[in-house]
């Protein structure tokens, strides 16, 4: 699981943004999977996002300290949706989404900036590298936890590889 969270940060350091949002949308989903290979996409990818990610993605706001979720698994499936299999950002017509109409990805801005997790209305904006970065991240918290489980490590073993050419072509 290691060569994705790594594939997601090397994105990040070369800036291929939509190579990071691409992988760090896939990721939960096969995770999920790992976990629960006979459930449905969506069934997996929202359990596996609100127990790894949800609670980073929700807040107390406001001076009675609401709880507010900017974003939860079911939006964040339906941006999967939506970006995968369309190329969009509008999660609108996407049967998963629960409170938001799209989203608004932007880029770094100056070193030690962040502009992340701002709503307005139902648009969540999203600082692209502190995203896919928060995905990575919870891959590897992931992968630390299922390090015993062997039915995982089982299924991990059965994941695609790139193999290095440089070490031989072998079938």
Same mark, same amino acid.
Not at 104 to 109: G, K, L, M, Q
Not at 155 to 160: E, G, S, V, Y
């Given at each position: 699981?290691?060569?994705?969270?790594?594939?997601?940060?090397?994105?990040?350091?070369?800036?291929?943004? +939509?190579?990071?949002?691409?992988?760090?949308?896939?990721?939960?989903?096969?995770?999920?999977?790992?976990?629960?290979?006979?459930?449905?996409?969506?069934?997996? +990818?929202?359990?596996?996002?609100?127990?790894?990610?949800?609670?980073? +993605?929700?807040?107390?706001?406001?001076?009675?300290?609401?709880?507010?979720?900017?974003?939860?698994?079911?939006?964040?499936?339906?941006?999967?949706?939506? +970006?995968?299999?369309?190329?969009?950002?509008?999660?609108?017509?996407?049967?998963?989404?629960?409170?938001?109409?799209?989203?608004?990805?932007?880029?770094?801005?100056?070193?030690?900036?962040?502009?992340?997790?701002?709503?307005?209305?139902?648009?969540?904006?999203?600082?692209?590298?502190?995203?896919?970065?928060?995905?990575?991240?919870?891959?590897?918290?992931?992968?630390?936890?299922?390090?015993?489980?062997?039915?995982?490590?089982?299924?991990?073993?059965?994941?695609?590889?790139?193999?290095?050419?440089?070490?031989?072509?072998?079938?």
């Amino acid at each position: 699981m290691r060569r994705f969270a790594d594939s997601i940060k090397r994105s990040i350091e070369t800036q291929n943004w +939509y190579s990071a949002l691409s992988m760090a949308l896939a990721i939960p989903d096969v995770c999920g999977r790992l976990v629960n290979p006979n459930q449905t996409s969506q069934a997996r +990818y929202v359990a596996w996002f609100q127990k790894w990610l949800e609670a980073k +993605y929700t807040s107390t706001i406001g001076a009675g300290g609401t709880k507010h979720v900017f974003l939860c698994a079911e939006d964040c499936y339906a941006l999967r949706c939506s +970006y995968l299999h369309e190329g969009g950002d509008n999660i609108l017509d996407q049967r998963a989404r629960k409170a938001l109409e799209d989203f608004h990805f932007i880029t770094p801005p100056d070193i030690g900036s962040r502009i992340h997790m701002n709503q307005s209305n139902s648009t969540l904006q999203l600082q692209v590298d502190v995203f896919a970065m928060d995905m990575a991240d919870a891959v590897g918290e992931w992968a630390d936890s299922v390090a015993n489980d062997v039915e995982i490590q089982e299924r991990i073993k059965n994941l695609l590889v790139i193999h290095d050419s440089s070490r031989g072509i072998r079938f």
